[in-house]
């Protein structure tokens, strides 16, 4: 299986506060890859990094076959690249149908925003009936929803979750899983998950990374994690 | 695909408003300022609140296109203001050219200082931007005294009097009054129509949350700088109004921060900010009141409307977090709220 996403010894931070050192990673097609770790160890500067939300100070991201290093955060969605930030940020202001829309903004998304919108719809039917209503008025499952339903408005290959079901009931952050999991083995999408519910996020995921104070501490299987007692005990706190 | 066939697609989708909803309320709106207007045809004094309530409804409602939509919080606008009026003073004074013409000019200068002003200061981020907004007055301001040849420095400009259309300027305020309605039936359509295009959807998403936006594909700042040269142009074009009705200004009044910066951005926050009728109604509430007080109290109790303006506020930020149009619409939906929770 060929690699969608390579991260090679990627170092970033906030001005100069230093997160991530030397982080190194692969993430095959078609695979869901999950990023575990504790809070604070970096996961969703890791993402927001690869999404070109923050500038790396060295170290090199490759999308596809492309160099997308330093790249802008908005050039991305259009190379097939989409981001699903921590509780979704959707436009509250908005209705479901508005945001949506905002989601097929790149160029080559325009042309196909009808029939998109149509596919969407159908994957996520609880959007179709709330697709006048503000999104800030939606429940935080449905938040979250809308937020993957925007993410894949623009048919990427590729896509980056961040902690998709934080703020949800279990039951609801289940319902999210699945449709992360469907995503990936009926469509044939790229995942990469970060999660704290770290047990549910490794039982979809085909592989892991513990990223432990910036660095990633540990890689492999997520079978191999979640059979591995030690490893959860050190770096998962289970 | 081209551009129009891409703008059609976004339309297509359907459940999503445009231009075309929103014409009908715009003429509407404008179609009762128009019977106001010809009902006080005879009163000079109201017909002079009524031109100044029309001018700073358009300046309201441009600045709300950066300002509201946008979510940057400009307090400099009186800079696009003042660069209207010595585009106009300079062209109609130096060059004979007609301020109808000049109006052109003035709004592409307008624009294009927005842009360039703006560029470095879009970096950064709530309380900041407002801040270097405000410093950026300061300093245009001091240049605008030291260029006087353009400016007329301390003295100001003088424009004047030969009454006629083509110099727009009118021995009657019922023309001034339709001029400025005209200038914000302008703004009004410009508003609607940015806020219903997909440029109006990004200011919004941009206002709401930046990263969100960018990584949806949203380019933030040239979001932003298209935002501002639009609000910037319509404001340098209310400049060019200002000027040939008021006739003499100097640039300390035309880079005023409190009577033309802050007071666009109040009207709007009071009418409903990042509504299209918003700064409308807020300037139909402030300016009659403020001048009507100025009238009544002025001479014995100095800067009495200036209290009352400020308590206006407080009342709003207190009781009308989203301004008058916010107000209404939750007066609007509270019959279908509480017939929804008895079901």
Known sequence: MSDQLVVEDLSAGYNDMPVLHDVAFRVPKGAVTAIVGANGAGKTTLLATVAGLIKPSRGRVTFDGRDITGARADALPGLGLALVPEGGRLFPFMTVQENLQLGAYAPNARPHLAARMREVMDAFPILLERRDQHAGKLSGGERQMCAIARALMCRPALLLLDEPSVGLSPLMAERVLEIVTRLAREEGLTVVIVEQRVTEVLEIADEAHILDHGRIARSGTAAQFLADRSIQETYMGL | MSNREQRLAWRKTGGVKTLRHELPVTFGALAALGALVAAMSGDSFTLNILASTFLFAGLATAWNVIGGLGGQFSL?????????????????????????????????????????????????????????????????????????????????????????????????????ALLMLGFLAVCLVVMAAVTRSRLGYSLQAVRDNEDAAAAAGIDVLRTKLAGMAISAALTGMGGVLYIMYVRVADPPTLFSLFDIGVKMALIALIGGIGTIYGPMLGALLIIPLESWLRAELGGSIPGANLIVLGFILMLTALFLRRGIVGGLKRLWSRPGAAKGAGR
């Open chain 2, 76 to 176: 400099g606008h009186s800079v696009f203001f003042a660069i209207g009026a010595f585009t106009v003073s300079n062209l109609y004074l130096g060059l004979q050219v007609s301020p109808w013409l000049a109006l052109l000019p003035a709004a592409l200068l307008s624009a294009v200082l927005g842009v360039l002003i703006s560029w470095p200061v879009f970096r950064l981020r709530g309380p900041f931007f407002a801040i270097a907004t405000m410093a950026m007055t300061e300093v245009l301001l001091s240049l605008s005294l030291y260029f006087d040849r353009f400016t007329g420095g301390s003295r100001g400009v003088s424009i004047p009097f030969r009454a006629g259309l083509q110099n727009m300027i009118f021995r009657d305020r019922l023309s001034y």
